[in-house]
């Protein structure tokens, strides 16, 4: 009997994917959250590693939560928020965090460049199948930051302190005000991730100051 010939590794899937094209635009949903702005970036920094091109983190809209702007003012990630897609003829669009049936996201919005992949840890019902070139949707993980952190991790591509502060913040909220059953892929990669962030920036980031019209809307 012969073996089944093993599967490639999502990261390695991912990026053969991309391959041959350039600009590679990173799309997260509009007003992205933390887990969305940690994961782009984790693909951000897969793509500029090991295929070297041109690649850009984009999102609609605004960073609305005191906590979310700290975030991103201390940790700097390379996220650009626009009114529309570039058309760009051989770029390569990856959504992460939301799907290609969802409407709050740039490449709803675009007309539509080429190849796309999806990354993202929520299932949106639609009686369509939409067919991407890649796709890894899995609900049983906490985080799409998750997601972005195992295929760092399989291509042996170190986060960065500031990186991986973004995602271990991101899988903690996720899953704060919830009760969580974790996988092993989310236990293996909080270690991971634990070993390379800075806890006194992720103090600093969960104890944001809020402003006085905070608290009036309150």
């Known amino acids: 009997m012969h073996d089944k010939p093993r599967r490639l590794p999502h990261s390695q899937r991912l990026l053969k994917a991309l391959s041959g094209h350039e600009p590679v635009l990173i799309v997260m949903h509009d007003n992205p959250d933390p887990d969305a702005i940690a994961a782009g970036w984790g693909i951000y920094r897969l793509v500029q590693e090991k295929l070297g091109v041109e690649v850009r983190l984009l999102g609609g809209g605004a960073i609305v939560r005191a906590e979310n702007r700290l975030m991103v ?3 700097k990630p390379p996220l650009e928020l626009v009114d529309e897609l570039p058309s760009v003829e051989n770029a390569a669009v990856v959504l992460v965090d939301c799907g290609l049936e969802t409407k709050n996201q740039l490449y709803a919005r675009s ?4 190849a796309v992949a999806v990354i993202d840890h929520h299932v949106t019902p639609t009686r369509k199948r939409v067919v991407a070139a890649f796709r890894d949707v899995r609900p049983a993980v906490t985080a799409s930051a998750t997601l972005a952190a195992s295929y760092l991790r399989e291509q042996q591509v170190e986060p960065g302190t500031a990186l991986a502060t973004a995602m271990l913040y991101a899988i903690r909220t996720e899953t704060r005000g919830a009760r969580v059953r974790y996988s092993r892929i989310d236990r293996s990669i909080g270690l991971w991730l634990t070993q390379r962030a800075d806890p006194d920036l992720l103090s600093q980031i969960e104890q944001a ?3 006085q019209a905070y608290f009036g809307d309150l």
């Open 73 to 75: 003012e201390l940790l």
């Open 209 to 211: 100051p809020l402003s």
């Open 111 to 114: 007309s539509r460049p080429a």
